[in-house]
């Protein structure tokens, strides 16, 4: 079954310096991999995503992401952050069956609150 | 930015009413979800569709019901709400094809049940 895991309810991080969200996976065969962003009272942003290829993609507002496959990790990075990134940011896995029961669906993470202080 | 509407962004209704949530896309997307979100939670798929005339429920078990009569429409309903129903529900479209391709989210509705 696909799950992803968020090990960090909360993440502080002062502003200008580089922040980390984690994020780990369980899914058969090759995920695709998501990051959205969730700001007070909107929808989800998205953020960036891992198809294939290079383990690093760049994503909106300078954000990045290191795919990680023996770890099956997929950590969401940011070398210096601001205090406007502070909001609710998940992680999000969708198996490759585009069709049958499972739609290709996304599995979200619980969700994980930074707070970027001044 | 993803074309995706949703309204009412807010509603407060009384127990027992007919609600209905509504959602347009103009992406033309054949697959569109419904999510239900707790504040500060993760989300919970509780209807989706592959396309014009399909319908499926989701992960989580939800009294609503939906339709998709046209592509671009995917409206929730609510026949009799319940303070249990508040919360609030996101709508999102992909395209066809490859799982690969990204969920677009709408604004959500909060819907609160008085």
């Known amino acids: 079954a696909q799950s992803v895991a968020q090990p960090e309810d909360q993440v502080n991080v002062a502003e200008g310096n580089p922040l980390t969200v984690k994020c780990t996976y369980s899914?058969?065969?090759?995920?695709?991999l998501f990051w959205y962003v969730q700001y007070p009272n909107r929808g989800l942003q998205f953020l960036l995503k891992?198809?294939?290829?290079?383990?690093l993609v760049k994503g909106s507002y300078g954000f990045e992401a290191e795919f990680n496959k023996s770890q099956t990790s997929f950590h969401l990075k940011k070398p210096s952050a601001l205090v406007s990134d502070s909001a609710l940011y998940f992680c999000?896995?969708?198996?490759?069956?585009?069709?049958?029961?499972?739609?290709?669906?996304?599995?979200f993470g619980r969700g994980t609150q930074l707070t970027v202080w001044p | 930015e993803a074309d995706i509407y949703q309204t009412p962004r807010y509603l407060v209704i009384g127990t027992g009413k007919k609600i209905t949530l509504e959602c347009s896309q103009t992406?033309?997307?054949?697959?569109m979800y419904w999510y239900q979100q707790d504040p500060g939670m993760e989300l919970h798929l509780i209807h989706y569709?592959?396309?014009?005339?399909?319908?499926e429920k989701g992960d989580l078990s939800s009294e609503s019901t939906v339709s998709r009569i046209r592509t671009e429409h995917f409206p929730l309903t609510l026949e009799s709400a319940r303070p249990s129903h508040t919360s609030q529900y996101l709508c999102?479209?992909?395209?066809?094809?490859?799982?690969?391709?990204?969920?677009?989210f709408g604004e959500g509705s909060w819907l609160t049940v008085v």
């Open positions: 999102a479209s992909s395209e066809s094809g490859s799982s690969g391709n990204t969920i677009y």
């Open positions: 899914v058969s065969g090759n995920p695709y």
């Open positions: 891992y198809i294939t290829g290079d383990n």
């Open positions: 999000a896995v969708r198996d490759r069956a585009g069709r049958g029961s499972t739609l290709g669906r996304l599995y």
């Open positions: 992406m033309g997307h054949d697959k």
């Open positions: 569709s592959y396309g014009v005339n399909s319908t």
